[in-house]
Structures are given as structure tokens and as C-alpha cells.
């Protein structure tokens, strides 16, 4: 095998997980009441592009979800561009304080919130809370 192959199969079979990774909705007005009206567990991560808090829990975020494809397959991922609807209905009615939270929903329940958090292990305490909902 010559080093330009192994080095392009190398790049790929690091990258298939990432492959099947869907991105998270981008939330429209209306997206997340409707899913939970479909019974979902929804994962809310109110973010801007330009905060570095929210750039890590994105990329906790998104290792987490290329580890255990349960979570891809079972919640409901929007994220909520706190540019556009920081002061919005959304936000109002679940009183988010600032970018940079994560919140968990199902039916008319707030399952758990993490506001500024990086810690992997909180994150992934975060999306266990939305797994075991979802699956139960």
C-alpha cells in the first residue's frame, strides 16, 4: 500500500462516524412545542456563533453523540441561535438566562438545564437524562 492511500483510508475511517452525525435542527419558531407534542425528548442548546462557552459544549456536544448513537436515534437535537431568538418566545417561556444553556424537555417537563457548563461529564449526564426519557 503506498502512503497516499493509507493516509486517504486512514482519513476516512476516522471520519465515518462523524459521517451518519446528522447537525441539530436550527430552530423556527413553533419546531420544538411541536415535536414535543409528538412525544419526543428535545435537547435545546441556546448558542451564538461567536461565544467560545457554547463552541465547547458544541464540540462535547457533538463527540458524545459520534460515541453513542443512541442519543442520534432517539433525541431530538435543535439548536436555538440565541441571536436571532434570545428575547424570544422560547426563551421567555423557559426564563433562559443566556447563551451557552442547554436545556431537556419532554411532554410539558423540563427534565434538567445546564447554563455555562463545559464539563464533558455534566454534558453527558445531560443527554443520559434525555436518553433514559426518551427510551422509557
Known amino acids: 500500500m ?8 486512514t482519513a476516512a475511517a476516522t471520519l465515518a462516524p462523524l459521517a451518519s452525525l446528522a447537525e441539530p435542527a436550527n ?5 420544538a412545542k411541536k415535536a414535543l407534542a409528538e412525544g419526543k425528548t428535545v ?10 462557552t457554547c463552541a465547547a459544549q458544541g464540540r462535547i456536544i457533538d463527540a458524545l453523540r459520534a ?8 433525541i431530538t437535537f435543535i439548536k436555538v ?7 424570544g418566545e422560547l426563551s421567555n417561556e423557559l426564563k433562559i438566562p443566556r447563551r451557552s444553556t442547554l436545556v431537556v424537555l419532554k411532554g410539558d417537563k423540563e427534565l ?6 463545559t464539563s464533558k461529564d455534566q454534558i453527558k449526564g445531560l ?3 434525555a436518553l433514559a426519557a426518551a427510551t422509557s
Open 67 to 74: 460515541e453513542n448513537p443512541d442519543y442520534n436515534k432517539n
Open 2 to 9: 503506498k502512503r497516499r492511500e493509507f493516509i486517504a483510508l
Open 27 to 31: 430552530y423556527t419558531p413553533g419546531m
Open 43 to 52: 435537547f435545546l442548546d441556546f448558542s451564538a456563533t461567536w461565544c467560545s
Open 127 to 129: 443527554m443520559d437524562t
Open 112 to 117: 434538567g438545564r445546564i447554563v455555562a457548563g
Open 81 to 87: 441561535d440565541w441571536d436571532d431568538y434570545g428575547n
